[in-house]
């Protein structure tokens, strides 16, 4: 018996991940946060056609949702993405880190970041940690994950470091 109703109630969340896509949304299952689909499109943008250098992402707490709040040009830099981002609230980020190997070769990494500074509130810091292993899963192609509590954790060094 017990048995049974474990299997109607994954059969049930399996279901409810299926239908939950509706109106460009789609739920997350695990925090109830949904992820718009603007997050995705402009994340495939960034990382095909680097239309963007960041992308920062925020959790509309009102209607439950990850939406993005700021498109950085191309032209930006790693200081302008710092700057992007705010001291006392949380963010998730996307950034397109150019840098040259040892070997003088050019590359480029996708980072994520999950910016959650000691000032925030701790509701938010909550929210943000529980939606974020399922928002990184709707961005295939992360390369670095970072998560930062104060700007010195955001510093162009640490990114050279974690980028080797």
């Known amino acids: 018996m017990i048995l049974i109703l474990i299997d109607q109630h994954v059969l049930m969340v399996q279901l409810q991940e299926m239908i939950s896509f509706c109106g460009g949304v789609k739920a997350n299952a695990a925090s109830g946060m949904a992820v718009h689909d603007d997050c995705k499109l402009k994340f495939l943008e960034l990382k095909a056609k680097r239309t963007y250098r960041f992308i920062v992402y925020k959790i509309e707490e009102q209607q439950k949702q990850v939406v993005v ?96």
């Open 69 to 164: 709040e700021k498109l950085g040009e191309p032209g930006q830099s790693h200081d302008d993405f710092a700057a992007s981002l705010p001291a006392d609230e949380c963010r998730y980020a996307i950034f397109d880190f150019d840098f040259v190997t040892a070997e003088n070769c050019q590359k480029s990494k996708i980072f994520f970041i999950a910016w959650s500074p000691d000032t925030a509130r701790v509701r938010s810091k909550m929210i943000y940690a529980s939606s974020k292993d399922r928002f990184k899963r709707e961005l295939d192609g992360i390369q670095v994950e970072l998560q930062a509590t104060d700007p010195t954790e955001m510093d162009l060094d640490i990114f050279k470091s974690r980028a080797n």
